[in-house]
């Protein structure tokens, strides 16, 4: 089925620093090492986790040299911490307990013709898959399997999103290639990062004290939620920004998620559907320096939060939009997950079991992954606002970054690391062991034994400034 590597240690980094209009000089800052043979599977999951990191600390770092007015700092990428954040809920234990994952209606079904992939997680979207479904909420997994094993995937794919549920036919990489979401995603780079609109330069304060946090001072809002968006503003927040999460009191949000990715932000409620929580919003809005999103694109329309209407309203903003299979498109105002493109882009049949059935990568390593290139845009774009002036939006979307994995890492991969030929020598060889690159964190949640964070250059905090609080609690006004 295909050779099981990792990659040459800095190709995947040099495309994600050019995606990102990074100085190709700058990446000469960057020493890599650690155990080798991580997160092994068919497609270079490991090359994509490192080099996501290494663009992401390597922005931190510019935007800190251009903040210090010294040189920019040199950059230290482990593949061992990186491998350990990428499976950082894995490794979370709250009291000792570990946390939920996938619930019993997320997972590979078999139909007439194929295999379907279901998220049901959210109490919501169960209930969106059971109702599409035409089944009762009582319903158990087996009585699923049996409805499911009658119908074609595709028609259950159509059937669920009309919906407003999740679930995804598997597909061959040809099959998505030639479907026209998969030509939509294929006609856009792996990111896009470009002037949204006119504002001065906004100067950035001197850094003072130790660490060294490139993101101090500067204000977040987190519009996001489950893992990619939450893993950027979590590294924001690690950096030293104030970093303010907004859920809408409706919308149920898994505490287990937010103990993960919670980590030195805060978190608030509030319904931009009432007066009320408008003004409050226009209130943090007006003071902000960041606006990130991670819901389905148009989702925020209706509330005059578009990208434009947000530059408009604070010049200088710089404003990400996350999404699950990009801007354009017919599925591009759909709902999606990182295991969901993993089966619709056919990451789940080139990763399949001997006898046929859907695999997955070792990690849900396209959310990781685009958490930390959304962060290292973030950081480019404050760099370049502080030099140039202006807005800037920055766009990712997950379908981009499996088909980054799928088509450019892996044709890097074969450049660096040819089929067997041995890869680079770690530079600090030896067993992994996760342990060393956990910590335990006391908070008002319990007692935590988490991920330390990956991102790392000379001066850098080892690890968060505070620990993540009871999701939605917090008073929705900056410190």
Same mark, same amino acid.
């Given at each position: 089925m295909g050779q099981r590597h990792g990659g040459g240690r800095g190709g995947g980094t040099d495309l994600a620093w050019a995606a990102l209009a990074g100085d190709p000089a700058l990446t000469q800052r960057i020493t890599y090492g650690g155990p080798p043979d991580l997160l092994p599977a068919r497609l270079p999951v490991m090359s994509l986790a490192r080099s996501t990191v290494a663009v992401c600390a390597l922005a931190a770092a510019e935007l800190t040299a251009r903040r210090t007015g010294g040189p920019v700092p040199a950059v230290r990428v482990d593949d061992g911490a990186v491998a350990t954040a990428f499976v950082s809920e894995r490794h979370l234990r709250v009291d000792g307990r570990a946390c939920s994952a996938f619930a019993p209606l997320s997972r590979f079904w078999r139909t007439a013709d194929g295999w379907v992939r279901t998220h049901a997680n959210y109490p919501h979207h169960r209930a969106r898959l059971l109702r599409a479904l035409g089944l009762p909420e009582t319903v158990e997994a087996a009585g699923v399997e049996t409805e499911l094993s009658g119908r074609r995937a595709e028609e259950i794919e159509e059937t669920v999103c009309a919906a407003g549920g999740l679930a995804v036919a598997a597909r061959t990489p040809e099959a998505w290639t030639a479907h026209p979401q998969g030509a939509a995603v294929a006609a856009h780079p792996l990111l896009t990062l470009a002037p949204l609109g006119d504002a001065s330069a906004r100067p950035l304060p001197p850094l003072v004290g130790t660490p060294t946090l490139p993101a101090a001072g500067l204000r977040v809002l987190d519009l996001t939620r489950v893992i990619a968006g939450p893993v950027a503003t979590r590294t924001l927040a690690l950096l030293g920004a104030d970093v303010l999460r907004i859920d809408a009191p409706q919308l149920p949000e898994s505490q287990d998620a937010h103990s993960d990715t919670g980590f030195g932000k805060r978190s608030a409620a509030l319904d931009l559907g009432s007066p009320a929580g408008r003004a409050t919003f226009a209130e943090l809005l007006s003071r902000a320096d960041v606006v990130v999103t991670g819901y389905r694109p148009?989702?925020? $329309?209706?509330? *005059?939060?578009?990208?434009? @209407?947000? @530059? @408009?309203?604070? /010049?200088?903003? !710089? !404003?990400?939009?996350?999404? =699950? %299979?990009? $801007?354009? *498109?017919? %599925? *591009?105002?759909?709902r999606g997950f990182d295991s969901v493109v993993q089966v619709a882009t056919g990451i789940a049949d080139l990763e399949a079991d001997a006898d046929g059935t859907p695999g997955a990568l070792p990690a849900q390593a396209l959310d990781h992954g685009t958490g930390y290139l959304l962060a290292a845009a973030v950081f480019r774009a404050l760099t370049e606002q502080s030099r140039t002036g202006g807005s800037f939006l920055a766009t990712l979307a997950l379908a981009r970054t499996a088909r980054w994995l799928m088509h450019d890492l892996a044709a890097d *991969?074969?450049?660096?690391? =040819?089929?067997? #030929?041995?890869? /680079?020598?770690?530079?600090?060889?030896? =067993?992994? $062991?996760? =342990?060393?690159?956990?910590?335990?964190?006391?908070?008002?949640?319990?007692?935590?034994?988490?991920?330390?964070?990956? !991102?790392?250059?000379?001066?850098?905090?080892? #690890?968060?400034? #505070? /620990? /993540?609080?009871?999701?939605?609690?917090?008073?929705? !006004? %900056?410190?």
């Open positions: 148009g989702a925020l $329309d209706r509330f *005059g939060l578009t990208p434009e @209407a947000l @530059a @408009a309203r604070r /010049p200088g903003l !710089v !404003v990400v939009r996350l999404s =699950a %299979w990009g $801007d354009d *498109g017919p %599925w *591009g105002g759909r *991969g074969e450049r660096h690391t =040819a089929p067997g #030929t041995p890869g /680079p020598e770690p530079e600090t060889p030896g =067993a992994y $062991d996760p =342990a060393h690159h956990l910590r335990e964190t006391d908070g008002t949640l319990g007692l935590l034994r988490h991920a330390l964070p990956p !991102v790392s250059f000379d001066g850098a905090p080892a #690890t968060w400034a #505070t /620990p /993540p609080g009871h999701c939605g609690t917090d008073a929705p !006004v %900056w410190r």
